[in-house]
């Protein structure tokens, strides 16, 4: 069952790529695409594929052709079932993953490390952030192009804040104490506003351990980016404790909603006061918002005083395979393009992700439109004051370590459990999903 479903897989794909007319020879360099960018999101990624096309491409002899693949699991899924299927041929000149595709793409043998690729090609990645390169940084070397960059934001209501007197919280005490202002309820006591709505997953928890002492990993091995994680370190470092403590204490006022999907929607129609969202969430919320309220974004709260070092670079890059000669630099060109200063700027403009090159920051359009939409540039500066060296976390078993975080603390403050035996139980189950990694895996 498990071969039928690779054929009827790779069939699908071929006819993909047979129905997008990748076949057509016109004597230029066809490079494939596979991508998860959909909505405004997709459109802002045909926009450049289409420039790149009419532009470099054709004075190069290079057309670009992408394919969206669904979800950005299921473009992991699709190249993860060409890979083992062993037809490299099959496998998409460029493709475009999120941090869970990361493990897979590490252990990839076809994969062309883009900081290979670029010295390659008598280049290098200068022209990237640094918060950006080490995001993509396996054991030393960037493996994929930083591409659709972004970071944890904390959203809210300005105009509820405004009312009531209050600032964006600085630090965690900050939201408990403004907790109880922001909650409304209706006649029967019925809360019909929250404060914030939130379950932290892997993705917040990056940035709520990571901020800690300056500088903290879930993980060891760097969060898995010096090698695969082998055991956890948020109990003996105390991080995910003093964490929990706090964000016990906001549940405790009655403001935290813990929900687990319909955050933006919720936010929007004012039924709570501020979420946690990605940067590259920004351009849709204000669309959802509309004119019901100010929409408002500040950094993350810091956990205490001590938590300065700041938020986690996520989001997806761009990962090449070995080809010939030819299609390689064709597929470094189309690279170097997307995350040129100009392409990168479009890009920042139309999504809300966060511009990976360094010179995009020193753009005067950057700087026209950063003031003129002030809330774009909450992220970028956010970013560049945080330690580059807080990542995201690599590991196997993602999914199921996501969902571990969401199910332990939701226990933990619905079923009234205890700090230290919810850390404790987390740090065995996590650390049980790695053991078994290892152990199945021979290492």
């Known amino acids: ?21 990748v ?29 790149f096309n009419r532009t470099i491409g ?21 190249v993860r079932t060409v890979a083992q299927a062993g037809d490299l041929s099959m496998l998409p000149d460029l493709v475009q993953l999120d941090s869970t595709g990361v493990v897979d793409m590490a252990g990839n043998e076809s994969l062309y490390y883009v900081e290979d690729l670029a010295a390659d090609q008598g280049e290098d990645l200068s022209f990237i952030l640094d918060h950006a390169l080490e995001s993509m940084k396996y054991r030393g070397k960037v493996i994929g192009l930083p591409f659709n960059a972004s970071t944890l934001l904390f959203y809210y209501n ?6 009531l007197g209050l600032e964006a919280p600085r630090t965690l005490d900050d939201l408990i104490e403004a907790a109880p202002a922001l909650i409304a309820r209706d006649d029967k006591g019925n809360v019909t506003r929250y404060a914030i709505a939130s379950v932290p997953t892997t993705y917040e928890l990056c940035s709520f351990i990571g901020m800690q002492h300056g500088l903290s990993y ?47 929607a919720e936010f929007a129609a004012g039924r709570t006061a501020s979420m946690l969202a990605s940067t590259s969430n920004l351009t849709s919320v204000q669309e959802a918002v509309g004119g019901r309220f100010e929409l ?18 996520s989001g997806g890059a761009l990962f090449t395979f070995h080809k010939d000669a030819q299609k390689e630099k064709a597929v470094w060109t189309f690279m170097k393009y997307l995350t040129s200063a100009q392409a990168q700027l479009e890009w920042h403009i139309a999504t809300g992700y966060l ?22 540039k909450v992220a970028s500066d956010q970013l560049l004051a945080s330690n580059a060296k807080v990542t995201g976390l690599w590991i196997p078993n993602a999914y199921q370590v996501y ?12 079923e009234g459990r205890d700090v230290d035996e919810t850390v404790s139980a987390l740090a065995d189950e996590i650390d049980g999903y790695l053991d078994e990694y290892h152990s199945i895996n021979g290492d």
């Not at 076949?23 to 420039?51: C, F, M, Y």
């Not at 010179?359 to 003129?372: F, K, L, V």
């Not at 969902?403 to 619905?414: D, H, P, V």
């Open 1 to 21: 069952m498990k071969r039928i479903a690779v054929i009827v897989t790779l069939l699908s794909l071929a006819m993909t790529l047979a129905a997008s007319g």
């Open 23 to 51: 076949a057509e020879d016109d004597g230029r360099i066809t490079i494939t695409w596979w991508h998860s960018n959909s909505g405004v999101i997709g459109e802002a990624a045909d926009a450049l594929v289409e420039k």
């Open 58 to 78: 054709e004075e190069d002899g290079i057309y670009v052709e992408a394919i969206y693949q669904g979800s950005a699991n299921d473009t992991l899924t699709k």
């Open 158 to 163: 300005r105009t509820l804040f405004d009312q």
């Open 218 to 264: 879930i993980t060891d091995m760097s969060n898995g980016h010096d090698g695969t994680p082998t055991r956890t370190l948020f109990e003996e470092d105390g991080t995910l404790h003093d964490f929990l403590v706090k964000w016990k204490e906001l549940y405790e006022t009655g403001g935290l909603n813990n929900l687990t999907s319909g955050v933006s």
């Open 296 to 313: 408002g974004v500040a950094n993350v709260p810091m956990v205490n005083e001590d938590a300065t070092g700041g938020v986690n670079l």
């Open 355 to 376: 511009p990976v090159n360094k010179d995009t920051y020193t753009m005067q359009e950057y700087i026209d439109h950063t003031q003129a939409n002030p809330l774009f």
């Open 403 to 414: 969902y571990s975080f969401q199910a332990g603390i939701r226990s933990m403050l619905e």
